[in-house]
């Protein structure tokens, strides 16, 4: 039985998702008015610390040193390299909060469905909004943002809507999280059409990296599915298979029209992007092991070889800002806990849908920051505080499982 939301539960996971509204918010009301909407998020956060107290609110983990480590290295970083102004420090506060933010919106929650449902909605709204823009119904009020760059000295336009297009997947991955758990018949006509919509828009913006992310979320979820109804996995299979065949066969010449610009930046493309994030990830490899570079460096250096492109690859973004120790830094807090919650996840079945459904949000953070530099974007901490705050209930809930499995045992024999 669902146990009713608590007070504080409710407050976090409203903070969490006023988060991932920034984009729809400036969207609509910061090109406007010039609202910075994360800057109100250390307001949120000392506010509700203060309501709930504020020893709940700190994280009461070795984690909790790492964090201030790493982002006191950044600190220096700001301070030490000319190319990182002051005002870096903004968004230096603004990641701290959305952690915390999201470390107890996790904590506190004794309702995932509640969770469930409001990332779900914020989801719907984003492909919605994304689906009229792209489709040029209200040019007025739904504007396209069409942004320039160079590659190869010609010049280039990419459309994005709400934010940049690699980094709308951040927005559109939630709806993925209904294939965890059996939900009514609303919810899955809502799930339908934000998934449609949300592919229309990873294709019409000709993300590769969010469309690939955005499947890789719906199989993971499905994968926490079948792994509680693995008698299921046969025909959710055929079921899948059949709908697929029978889409392409009716639709195939809409399919191809439509898609055609994007297929042709997976086959007829020279993979500049590409050779751009494996060069900015090299950049870090050749570095690492010079003491010379262990001290933050800023992105001076990188921009003046790199016709005034910052590096592609967030370690390598890490690496500069915060120097060798918020590399190494980031990776514990980060890196570890990933592998850890796969770890024990893997040694249990009945999971509880939320530590799936923020496993995958770290993931999708984790695997889109390797392509893209954001070393102290909001939508990284967020979830990964969240992971933070899962890792201690998912240790307790498996030592109980496992304790439960033994008197089974014992009973038994």
Known sequence: MQTKESSESR??????GLVTLDSMLTYFVGMRFGIPVNATLPIIVTILSFRFGFSKSIVRTNKFLLLAIMFLSFAVGIVICDDLEFRRFNKLITAVSA???????????????AFFNMLLYIAFLYSVVCFVALSG????????????????????????????????????????????????????CVFIITIILSLYAMVS?????????MLAALIISYWYYLKENPKK?????????????SLVVYKFDAITTFS?????????DDFHTFYGRVDSASYLFDRVVN???WLPRGNEHFMANHFGEVPHFNPTAF???????????????????????????????????????????????????LSLNMPLHEHMWIWVGGLLAVLPRLKSDSHDYSLVQQRKNEVIS
Not at 11 to 16: I, S, T, V
Not at 205 to 213: A, C, E, K, N, Y
Not at 233 to 242: N, P, Q, R
């Open 260 to 268: 055609q610009k994007f297929v042709d930046r997976f086959v007829n």
């Open 11 to 16: 407050y976090w996971r409203l903070a969490f």
């Open 233 to 245: 996995i046969i025909l959710s299979l055929a079921v899948s298979a059949i709908s697929i065949l």
């Open 291 to 293: 003491p010379m570079w």
């Open 137 to 188: 119904f209200n040019s007025n009020y739904f504007p396209v943002i069409d942004t320039i760059g160079f590659k190869d000295g010609v010049i280039v336009v990419r459309t994005e809507v709400t934010t940049d297009q690699n980094f709308q997947i951040f927005y559109l991955f939630f709806a993925s999280f209904v294939l965890m758990i059996r939900n009514s018949l609303w919810i899955k």
């Open 99 to 113: 952690f915390y933010i999201g470390y107890n919106a996790i904590r506190s929650n004794n309702d995932f469905r």
């Open 319 to 369: 690496y500069l800002e915060a120097g060798l120790i918020g590399l190494v830094a980031w990776f514990l807090l980060v890196v570890v806990p990933l592998f850890k919650h796969r770890n024990l996840v893997l040694r249990r079945l009945n999971i509880n849908p939320l530590y799936g459904m923020v496993y995958i949000g770290a993931l999708v953070a984790f695997v889109t920051s």
């Open 205 to 213: 913006l000709q993300t590769r990296s969010g469309f690939m992310i």
